[in-house]
Nanobody
């Protein structure tokens, strides 16, 4: 049974930091690139960051470059998203996703709220 479970969301003040984690089971983690997406109320889901299966390459949305860092541990089957200098516009439900050719899995999401 495939499972992706996000954790680490919560309420943080503008300028603060949060670290999201996603633990997976039920598939060969090291075969999949991993991504974080987010969806704000009334908006479409958007890609935030991606890391390759080997962790050799990463990519980020322009809106989070320099503030967010994606990382993974293939031994622990986890992918993290370190979020610094958070802004109110970062408020959203954040989802982790595993992807390879013809296959994609999603977690259930974790809420991040940036507000004073």
């Amino acid at each position: 049974q495939v499972q992706l479970v996000e954790s680490g969301g919560g309420l943080v003040q503008p300028g603060g930091s949060l670290k999201l984690s996603c633990g997976v089971s039920g598939f060969t983690f090291s075969d999949y690139a991993m991504s974080w997406y987010r969806q704000a109320p009334g908006k479409e889901r958007e890609l935030v960051a991606t890391i390759s299966s080997t962790a050799r390459s990463t990519s980020y949305a322009d809106s989070v470059k320099g503030r967010f860092t994606i990382s993974r541990d293939n031994a622990k089957k986890t992918v993290d998203l370190q979020m610094n200098s958070l802004k109110p516009e970062d408020t959203a439900v954040y989802y982790c996703s595993a992807v390879r050719t013809n296959s994609r899995y999603w977690g259930q999401g974790t809420q991040v709220t940036v507000s004073s």
